[in-house]
Nanobody
Framework: VQLQASGGGSVQAGDSLRLSCVPS????????MGWFRQAPGKEREFVAAINWSGNTTHYVDSVKGRFTVSRDKARNTVYLQMNSLRPEDTATYYC??????????????????WGQGTLVTVSS
């Protein structure tokens, strides 16, 4: 399954963006989904995760209260709503997925499907 992330852009600190992640083809099995980001010169970092049903989510501490991960199963889309953006949120954001009906995963090693990334730039 190929995942396609979109919605990145250049914004000012305090602004909001919503990222979307959709599979390129039909997905007929349950997928747990996650968002990761990588800033220039830094390692990839977990941001948020959501399980198949949407009733379990995880966030890295630095985005708690500002970012919200959600999914619309009818549209087969996962979202990352990012509010109160900060310059330190600047990174390329990647969505990831893996077949699982119950859990949400916070480690990149747990995912076997990745999107191409969408760039988010936050200026002060």
């Amino acid at each position: 399954v190929q995942l396609q992330a979109s919605g990145g852009g250049s914004v000012q600190a305090g602004d909001s963006l919503r990222l979307s992640c959709v599979p390129s083809g039909a997905v007929v099995i349950p997928f747990a989904m996650g968002w990761f980001r990588q800033a220039p010169g830094k390692e990839r970092e977990f941001v948020a995760a959501i399980n198949w049903s949407g009733n379990t989510t995880h966030y890295v501490d630095s985005v708690k209260g500002r970012f919200t991960v959600s999914r619309d199963k009818a549209r087969n889309t996962v979202y990352l709503q990012m509010n109160s953006l900060r310059p330190e949120d600047t990174a390329t954001y990647y969505c990831a997925g893996r077949p699982n009906i119950l859990l949400a995963f916070t480690s990149a090693d747990d995912y076997n499907h990745w999107g191409q990334g969408t760039l988010v730039t936050v200026s002060s």
